[in-house]
């Protein structure tokens, strides 16, 4: 897929877990000294990275908000991102992205700042959250 395709969207409970998924270009799956990210944008909101991996060194990196609580990880050979959301809160919502960015010697600019750099950008999965 040149544009990402993000699925595993829907609606939970406050509390409760989803899994979201993204197959990506193998480009933007492969690209050195890049990032691969999730966003999230909430109505009325800016789109903000909540999780990413860098990678030249496969680490990742997590918006404060969702520390602790998500984890992503990549498939490479499948060209896939992955989110696992746990102890999903209400600020949570919202519609989720994945995209990749152009190449940066600085990490943290994964997980930092607006979305430019980053593209193209898929249709997202929406993620709803109840109490």
């Known amino acids: 897929a040149v544009v990402p395709v993000e699925s595993g969207g829907g609606s939970v409970q406050a509390g409760g877990s989803l899994s979201l998924s993204c197959v990506v270009s193998?480009?933007?799956?492969?690209?050195?000294?890049?990032?691969v990210a999730w966003f999230r944008q909430a109505p009325g909101k800016e789109r903000e990275a909540v999780a990413a991996?860098?990678?030249?060194?496969?680490?990742?990196l997590y918006a404060t908000s969702v520390k602790g609580r998500f984890t992503m990880s990549q498939d490479t050979a499948k060209n896939t991102l992955y989110l696992q959301m746990n102890s999903l809160k209400f600020e949570d919502g919202g519609m989720y992205y994945c995209?990749?960015?152009?190449?940066?010697?600085?990490?943290?600019?994964?997980?930092?700042?607006?979305?430019?750099?980053?593209?193209?950008w898929g249709q997202g999965t929406q993620v709803t959250v109840v109490s």
């Open positions: 193998e480009y933007t799956a492969r690209s050195p000294n890049s990032c």
């Open positions: 991996i860098y990678t030249p060194t496969g680490n990742t």
């Open positions: 995209s990749g960015s152009r190449p940066t010697p600085d990490p943290e600019r994964c997980i930092r700042g607006d979305d430019s750099g980053f593209g193209p």
